[in-house]
């Protein structure tokens, strides 16, 4: 009997070119860690879990296709070591984390009215770059004090990724769907102004 591993959905936002070639100073610079490659780097929003009806995936394209946001600045700052269970984390955060946070709640109303459950984790304005072990390695507080001080490039918030992820033989893959444009508030001044008002209709 064949097996295909459930694939779940999610909302992402890509990092800049800049961004990743920056956090390269980061990655393989510390042993007895599996660092997420370049591809996985990416700040998730909203995990929208199992869809496998085709109306649903059309409702959703439909909603992300009419989300109006105005393009915003963000970096990312500070190493951080995070204990878990089965296993840790090393994540750096995101600032101006208002504004992200804002993004993102804005984002979850509109998903939400539009029937969509809500995600189970709240969100954090952080971003995972490696796992290791519960067992951490002697020199990770080094480690983290030395890259303490870590600041990226900004990078303007313009678009929205819709993903697919299927974590099959113990690896997470993922592809992407869909990408969302901001709809600035002028350029939405601009298209209503242009369409037809009924008086214009013969």
Not at 15 to 35: F, G, K, Y
Not at 40 to 48: A, D, E, F, G, K
Request: aromatic fraction near 8%.
């Amino acid at each position: 009997m064949n097996y295909t591993p459930p694939m779940s959905f999610l909302l992402a936002l890509p990092l800049s070119a800049t961004m990743q070639d920056e956090l390269n100073v980061l990655r393989d610079s510390l042993n007895e860690v599996r660092w997420l490659p370049p591809a996985h780097c990416m700040i998730p929003l909203y995990t929208l879990g199992r869809i496998t009806a085709r109306h649903t995936l059309e409702e959703l394209d439909a909603t992300l296709s009419h989300f109006h946001w105005e393009p915003f600045s963000i970096t990312l700052q500070e190493v951080s070591h995070h204990l878990g269970e089965v296993e840790d984390t090393l994540s750096v955060g995101i600032t101006p984390k208002q504004a992200l946070i804002t993004f993102q709640k804005k984002l979850s109303t509109l998903l939400r009215r539009a029937g969509f459950a809500s995600p189970r984790r709240p969100f954090i304005p952080a971003m995972t770059i490696a796992r290791l072990d519960p067992a951490a390695p002697t020199d990770l507080m080094t480690w983290v004090q030395r890259h303490n001080l870590f600041h990226s490039s900004p990078m303007m918030v313009d678009h929205l990724m819709l993903l697919e992820h299927l974590h099959s033989h113990g690896e997470d893959h993922f592809q992407l769907l869909e990408q969302y444009p901001a709809i600035p508030s002028l350029l939405l001044d601009d298209a209503l102004g242009s369409s037809p008002k009924p008086d214009d209709f013969p």
